[in-house]
């Protein structure tokens, strides 16, 4: 079975600084790759999602993820950060319709 | 896009109790799913909820514990049993308009004494 691992268990950054939240899936052939994100006191969301096609995807509120097939990975990114981007970030893989998620990454934005 | 709607929203049981926790969708789906979220851990999937039929358990739950119901393709229900301290967690439940992509409700945050 299919497993997810976010390294980055807890992030701190101030406003403007980039971000990058790694994510890597154990094994290969064809993957349908999620980011999800949970606000403070809200419920998950879709970011973004990745099936086919361009290995960069973009989603919402300027987050964009690039899936490496070579490197199992499918790192999330933002340029710069805000304070509202505060939240618990989860990668998650589809494996027959059903979602493996990482441990998720706390970030923390500062002003 | 589909509404998901979960109730309630949070709540405190004794142990040896049981609760139900309902989930609503404003629209047909036809997948729905369950997951738990104990603290400061990530989502693991329980089982998906199947109209119709009995629900698909996943590796360490078991219907005994977490009987699931789905009389139409609206609505689940998710029913913690015999709860312990250890049940203590946020369930959520989820909803599948293709096989590709997932939508959450709000959760229903249990604490068990």
């Known amino acids: 079975a299919q497993s997810v691992s976010q390294h980055n268990h807890h992030v701190i950054l101030s406003e403007a600084a980039s971000l990058e939240l790694g994510c890597n899936y154990s094994?290969?052939?064809?993957?349908?790759l999620f980011w999800y994100v949970q606000y403070p006191g809200q419920h998950l969301q879709l970011l973004l999602k990745?099936?086919?096609?361009?290995?960069l995807v973009k989603g919402i509120k300027g987050f964009e993820a690039e899936f490496i097939k070579s490197k199992f990975s499918f790192n999330l990114r933002k340029p710069s950060v805000q304070w509202s981007d505060t939240a618990e970030y989860f990668c998650?893989?589809?494996?027959?319709?059903?979602?493996?998620f990482g441990t998720g990454t706390r970030l923390q934005v500062f002003p | 896009s589909a509404v998901i709607s979960q109730k309630p929203s949070r709540d405190i049981c004794q142990r040896g109790t049981s609760l139900t926790i309902q989930c609503q969708v404003d629209?047909?789906?036809?997948?729905m799913f369950w997951y738990r979220q104990q603290p400061g851990q990530s989502l693991t999937l329980i089982a998906t909820?199947?109209?119709?039929?009995?629900?698909?358990?996943e590796s360490g739950f078991v219907i005994d514990k977490f009987p699931i119901s789905r009389p139409n393709l609206t609505f689940s229900t998710l029913t913690v049993s015999n709860m312990s301290p250890e049940d203590s967690s946020i369930y959520l439940c989820?909803?599948?308009?293709?096989?590709?992509?997932?939508?959450f409700g709000p959760g229903t945050r249990l604490t068990v004494l």
């Open positions: 629209s047909q789906v036809t997948m």
């Open positions: 998650a893989v589809m494996e027959e319709y059903k979602l493996i």
């Open positions: 909820a199947n109209q119709g039929s009995e629900a698909t358990y």
């Open positions: 990745y099936f086919s096609g361009d290995p």
């Open positions: 989820s909803f599948g308009t293709t096989r590709d992509t997932q939508y």
């Open positions: 094994y290969g052939g064809t993957v349908n």
